[in-house]
């Protein structure tokens, strides 16, 4: 069958890997499903993830106190159920940018596309700015036909789940590069490429300074200045939004930020937080809150998950 062209099922027939290739094979058939089926899939597959893991529920509960410090209790449980059911779709989505990617050029919506291309002008790679909203895996297919792009690949614990992700990574996009190697990234950004790029999750890693994100100390990373300071990459943020009913999706690209880097390692990570925030309020519910942004903390400062 095509969809398995990704790996040789003799390496992955052990019974451990037969949950994923149930999982895999039911993702490739709501793939096939008109979107509006798709998303009401997942909204359920997502509210099965909210009720089984009370612990991510908290994380997510946390983070929106932080982003939506007026809301009330009602307001904060609504935005998280909302999460999770976008959660769910994007499990699905991801068969998407897999077995669907020429289908969504018809069904996502470039708004800005100019701002992309006058960058591009420059004559040096691009660096393509985001933030983790849940439909992420549906932009970089897109963006791809209109710059050559690379992305920064973090190896899935699954192997067989890695290998499937790998191969059509592999087959989408003109590099792969290992987020441990940054040095790649660089080289590739100097060759002309476009590079995907979010920033706003903590990892662990050096080079890392704190500041604030929605009003809370939070590490952040210093690669994009000295990534765009080394390779002379334009920084150019984009996001996109799920549209409602199933009526495909919206990729806004914004205009590339002016006078970046300044230099300042905090002033700079500061100015990437300001972006990122911006973008995500312009589409929250899609925001991904489950992960724990604030993990580490300032010296001195209190725990904020325990």
Not at 46 to 65: Q, T
Not at 84 to 106: C, H, M, P, Y
Request: with cysteine; hydrophobic share 45%.
């Amino acid at each position: 069958m095509a969809f398995i062209r990704a790996v040789n099922v003799k390496d992955y027939l052990a019974p451990r890997y037969w949950p994923t290739w149930l999982a895999i094979a039911l993702m490739r058939v709501v793939t096939s499903l008109p979107l509006v089926w798709l998303e009401r899939i997942g909204s359920v597959f997502g509210m099965m993830i909210y009720y089984s893991l009370p612990s991510r529920r908290r994380i997510g509960e946390i983070n929106l106190r932080f982003a939506f410090p007026q809301a009330d209790v009602e307001e904060i449980q609504r935005r998280n159920k909302l999460c999770f059911r976008n959660i769910g779709i994007a499990a699905f989505e991801v068969g998407l940018s897999w077995w669907q990617d020429k289908k969504l050029l018809t069904q996502c919506e470039i708004e800005g596309l100019q701002n992309l291309e006058q960058a591009q002008s420059r004559g040096k790679g691009v660096i393509i700015l985001t933030a983790h909203f849940t439909c992420l895996e549906i932009g970089g297919p897109v963006l791809n036909h209109h710059v050559p792009f690379m992305v920064m690949y973090k190896r899935a614990h699954n192997k067989l789940f890695d290998a499937f992700m790998r191969y059509h990574r592999g087959r989408l996009y003109r590099a792969i590069v290992d987020h441990h190697k940054p040095m790649a990234m660089i080289k590739g950004l100097k060759k002309g490429y476009a590079a995907w790029y979010a920033p706003d999750q903590d990892f662990g890693g050096k080079d890392l300074v704190f500041v604030p994100f929605f009003g809370v100390d939070a590490t952040a990373l210093t690669a994009p200045a000295r990534f765009a300071s080394i390779s002379g990459a334009p920084v150019v943020p984009y996001f996109i939004r799920r549209l409602p009913g199933g009526a495909g999706y919206k990729l806004t690209v914004l205009p590339a930020l002016e006078n970046f880097p300044a230099g300042d390692a905090v002033q700079d990570a500061r100015r990437i937080n300001t972006v990122l925030e911006n973008m995500i309020m312009q589409n929250p519910d899609q925001y991904l809150w489950v992960h724990k942004r604030y993990k580490r903390r300032p010296p001195g400062a209190s725990a904020i998950y325990s």
